[in-house]
């Protein structure tokens, strides 16, 4: 995928996200990626301008975390041909998992992986929608480690840089599509 063809995908996608404000609660401007599902071609288009700064880096592994991260994460994995290895809330995973918790806005959530998922994984790459303060990446990264595997970058589909999500996951590389 050449410059032109990037920018092209970042403009369309700009175009498509819906702005939703105050949801899930006032202040927040929620960019809703929905028409971006509805769109097959330009879905198509944002799942390979994802994976393509990835393509010869020998990534083995798509990490992904509940439940939108889940809609890219898996067709990357596939374009990559890379393993897909979901990270779900607290007792949703059948087997034996490790778990990190991670600091909210007001309080503390808890994010798991199966402990066996990964294990000399060194080709790890993390995919979610949104970057926005970083905490729930920051946590996926520490998951990774903890269940034995390398990661080797970050990549989203929108980042809001206000919000300071790239320093929370600094040592590590980080892509995104497209910033607000
Ligand atoms: P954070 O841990 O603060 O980086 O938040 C990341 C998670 O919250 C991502 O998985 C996003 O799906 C979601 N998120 C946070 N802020 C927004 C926003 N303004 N619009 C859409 N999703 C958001």
């Given at each position: 995928m050449d410059a032109d063809e990037r920018a092209a995908i970042m403009e369309e996608v700009r175009r498509t996200v819906r702005d939703v404000p105050?949801?899930?609660?006032?202040?927040i401007l929620f960019r809703d990626i929905t028409p971006v599902l509805a769109n097959p071609s330009l879905f198509g288009k944002v799942m390979m301008a994802l994976a393509a700064p990835f393509?010869?880096?020998?990534?083995?592994h798509v990490v992904s975390i509940e439940s939108r991260g889940f809609i890219l994460g898996a067709p990357v994995a596939l374009e990559l041909r890379a393993a897909f290895v979901p990270v779900r809330k607290p007792g949703k995973l059948p087997s034996a998992t490790v778990r990190e918790d991670y600091t909210l806005e007001y309080g503390t959530d808890a994010l798991e992986m199966?402990?066996?998922?990964?294990?000399?994984?060194k080709g790890v790459l993390v995919v979610d929608d949104v970057l926005a303060t970083g905490g729930t990446a920051a946590a996926t990264c520490r998951l990774v480690e903890r269940a034995g595997g390398t990661v080797f970058a970050c990549a989203f589909?929108?980042?809001?840089?206000a919000l300071g999500g790239r320093a929370k996951l600094a040592g590590h590389r980080v892509e995104s599509l497209i910033s607000y």
């Open positions: 105050d949801f899930p609660k006032r202040g393509e010869s880096a020998g990534i083995t199966h402990a066996d998922a990964l294990y000399g994984a589909m929108i980042e809001l840089p």
